[in-house]
């Protein structure tokens, strides 16, 4: 009796063990999953992309789309149109220049993460546009444009330790709502550094803006 009782015990310890080792390896499954893929572009790999806007189309939500910074600058309109996190490799060195054509990053997708480029020569250099939101936009350098960073209609955003310096206005904000800018540079813009135009419950602090026409400037927007 003792023996049937413990091999009962021994079939129960390892039944659950084999449950337990199938749960973590479908977590783990799910987690590699949610991370997505990597994408790349420049470097030396044989599958790397040569250009942006290749690798961003061939990306899916969730995915990476890492840009090396040997190939830089890069000539492109880039268009980013699903969640996706697009990392530049180095802030001072991996350089999109939108050749003064227009928009050089265009944002019309939620859930965005944009880090480590620079951003140059263009109308716009960081576009968040028309109800796109729940993006991070940190740690890039967009200067050289008319507006460094703009946010048109979009909410919920965070624009925190960029470089929006050398534009005609550094950080504007465009009929947008409920967004965190701080801790950005906003210097030596020909009007002003960081504007707020129709938009509201923005939380604005630890900003540096100066050497503008304006440093701050606020039109039309309230309870910020």
């Not at 796109?132 to 919920?156: C, K, P």
């Given at each position: ?84 996190d697009f990392i530049g490799e180095n802030r001072d060195t991996t350089v999109i220049d939108g050749g003064n054509t227009g928009d050089v990053v265009y944002v019309g997708a939620d859930w965005v993460n944009i880090t480590g480029f620079t951003i140059k020569n263009g109308t716009i250099g960081i576009h968040l546009y028309s109800s796109s939101n729940n993006n991070t ?88």
């Amino acid at each position: 009796m003792k023996k049937k009782i413990i091999g009962i015990f021994v079939c129960i310890l390892f039944f659950g063990a084999s449950v337990v080792s199938g749960i973590n390896n479908q977590i783990e499954e799910t987690e590699k999953s949610s991370r997505g893929n990597t994408l790349y572009v420049g470097g030396t790999g044989g599958g790397n992309y040569s250009k942006i806007q290749d690798a961003i189309d061939n990306a899916s939500d969730g995915d990476t789309v890492f840009v090396y910074d040997d190939s830089a600058p890069y000539y492109e309109y880039v268009v980013i149109n699903k969640s996706i996190d697009f990392i530049g490799e180095n802030r001072d060195t991996t350089v999109i220049d939108g050749g003064n054509t227009g928009d050089v990053v265009y944002v019309g997708a939620d859930w965005v993460n944009i880090t480590g480029f620079t951003i140059k020569n263009g109308t716009i250099g960081i576009h968040l546009y028309s109800s796109s939101n729940n993006n991070t936009i940190t740690g890039n350098t967009a200067s050289n444009n008319y507006y460094g960073i703009y946010l048109r209609s979009s909410s919920n955003n965070t624009v925190t330790g960029n470089n929006a310096s050398n534009n005609f206005c550094g950080i504007f904000l465009e009929s947008s709502s409920n967004n965190m800018v701080t801790g950005n540079t906003a210097n030596s813009n020909n009007y002003t550094g960081i504007h707020l135009d129709s938009s509201s419950n923005n939380t604005i602090t630890g900003n540096n803006a100066s050497n503008n026409d304006y440093g701050i400037y606020l039109l039309s927007s309230s309870n910020n």
